[in-house]
């Protein structure tokens, strides 16, 4: 009887083992890729009714999908707290997985297929600055459409609440356009171009008549746009911090687009790159002045995660990212 005890033992491991397998490889045979899909977008709105929208499906579905999904990882995933869901620490351990295999599954065909513009439906997701030349997104998709009608284009803000990085990262962004003293390491990017940095101010502003030098400049009521993230510089304070200078900043706007027509109604200086500024500048009552602290060259980038780096219709959108800023880079020194 001395051996039977370990032949049994044995025995039951051996058959406990292939029940578990067994067990195992049924559940990944109730795992599609629509369902990681709907688990992604779920967990990382926190909210069916807004994964539905994303999703492009009916809340009842996205619901029926979110019960399987309870059911299979014995979780119940997102829980209500106060008026919001919010998710459970099982959760928050799967989205970067679920993620990862969303990326691979995309990479896994896309560099089996070439990209045709003319009969492409992809969806391009662009996030962007608007300090830039307010003649740029709206070329940009024109050009976009022009070559490749069936695409789908959406325009996201670069706001102080926006972690493009991350955007990039779980393929929310495709590109990112922008400018930055050092672009982030951690990603691919491409210099678009420089432009030099100037003043706007309304044709009324007392520097039109008298001029100004750098104390007066500095001492001027300056309007700047709102930084990217909370407690941040912006790029012509960071500039100004380099060399030992504050100005007297005495409003900031979220909102880039409405600056100069703030500036044109008062007595207020925008810093900018010149190519903004000549734009408009032709429509308002409003005068590029010389930026008396020779400030270095605002730089323009690109910038996309590695996710999207050797994808053939990536690559097509970075190409046309760089033909249209290098056109409207022409026309504005004619």
């Not at 919001?84 to 620490?89: E, L, Q």
Request: aromatic share 6%; proline share 6%.
């Amino acid at each position: 009887m001395a051996h039977v005890v370990p032949i049994q033992k044995a025995g039951g491991s051996a058959a406990a083992a292939k029940s578990a397998a067994a067990s195992g490889q049924a559940l990944f045979d109730r795992i599609d890729l629509h369902l990681i899909r709907v688990l992604h977008v779920v967990l990382t709105e926190r909210s069916v009714s807004r994964a539905a929208i994303r999703l492009g499906m009916h809340q009842p579905a996205v619901s029926a999908a979110l019960k399987r999904l309870r059911v299979l990882a014995g979780d119940p995933l997102l829980v209500r707290t106060g008026g919001r869901m919010v998710p459970t620490d099982a959760a928050l351990r799967m989205v970067e997985p679920a993620a990862s295999i969303l990326r691979a599954a995309e990479m896994l065909f896309a560099d089996a297929r070439s990209f045709d513009p003319q009969t492409a439906t992809d969806t391009f997701r662009i996030a962007a600055s608007d300090y830039l030349d307010p003649l740029f997104l709206p070329t940009l998709l024109a050009d976009i459409k022009r070559q490749a009608p069936g695409v789908q284009l959406e325009i996201h803000p670069l706001s102080p609440d926006s972690d493009y990085q991350a955007h990039l990262a779980q393929g929310h962004v495709d590109l990112v356009i922008g400018n930055w003293m050092e672009p982030p390491e951690d990603l691919h990017m491409a210099r678009l171009f420089g432009d030099e940095v100037v003043s706007l101010v309304s044709r009324d502003h007392p520097a039109v008549r008298r001029g100004w030098d750098l104390d007066t400049w500095l001492a001027a009521e300056h309007i700047a746009p709102m930084p990217l993230h909370p407690g941040a510089r912006g790029i012509i304070d960071q500039m100004l911090d380099a060399k030992g200078h504050r100005r007297n900043v005495v409003a900031r706007c979220a909102y880039f687009g409405l600056i100069p027509d703030m500036v044109a109604n008062s007595l207020l200086v925008l810093t900018t790159g010149r190519q903004y500024c000549e734009r408009v500048a032709a429509r308002l009552p409003l005068v590029i002045l010389d930026c008396p602290a020779s400030l270095p060259r605002l730089m323009y980038y690109q910038l996309w995660h590695a996710r999207s780096h050797s994808s053939i219709a990536a690559r097509w959108l970075r190409a046309r990212t760089k033909d249209v800023a290098a056109a409207l880079r022409t026309s504005a020194d004619r």
